[in-house]
């Protein structure tokens, strides 16, 4: 009978035994799969910050760029400035678009004969045209120069002859 009892025990402390090993199997393959999930999601962060990393240092470049063209327009527009004062010009509050640069003897680019806008106050004249007030910018030139219809079929500024390749309508209000 001891010997019944003593091999009851032993069998009863094998199935612990085997449902403790189990229990911690079963919890060992979770945590198994937690850490392989958690490396899948942290490879995925990472290479999430490095292209942050690369789209942000792409950024500050353009940033810099553009703030090295600001430098430069702005040198541009004060050297310009200056020249203007040195020829004895500036204070008589005429705008770009009123500048002598628009000879008698060339043709107007804009070949349309619209009813112009009517001239904001302060705004010079279309120099295409002649009736509409100046009120977009041509670019590279950035001359303030002519009305929007006109702007619409230039191919080059009429203030100096550059080509153009984009424009700015101003809103002067």
């Keep these: 009978m001891w010997a019944a009892l003593a091999e009851q025990r032993r069998s009863h402390l094998r199935l612990i035994v085997s449902t403790v090993e189990a229990r911690a199997a079963k919890r060992l393959k979770a945590k198994d799969d937690e850490i392989e999930r958690v490396r899948g999601m942290n490879w995925a962060l990472e290479e999430r910050l490095r292209n942050l990393y690369m789209e942000a240092q792409m950024w500050r470049d353009v940033a810099q760029s553009h ?91 009429p203030s100096c002859g550059c080509a153009k390749n984009g424009s700015v309508c101003v809103n002067f209000s």
Excluded: F, Y
């Design 67 to 157: 703030e090295a063209a600001a430098n430069v327009l702005r040198a541009d527009l004060q050297r310009v400035l200056e020249a203007q004062a040195v020829r004895g010009g500036g204070g008589d509050g005429q705008d770009d678009a009123e500048s002598c640069c628009w000879g008698e003897n060339q043709v107007p680019i804009c070949a349309e004969e619209e009813v112009g806008t009517p001239a904001p106050a302060g705004v010079g004249r279309c120099k295409g045209c002649g009736d509409g007030g100046a009120v977009v910018l041509l670019l590279p030139c950035r001359h303030l120069c002519v009305c929007a219809p006109c702007a619409a079929a230039a191919q080059a500024c």
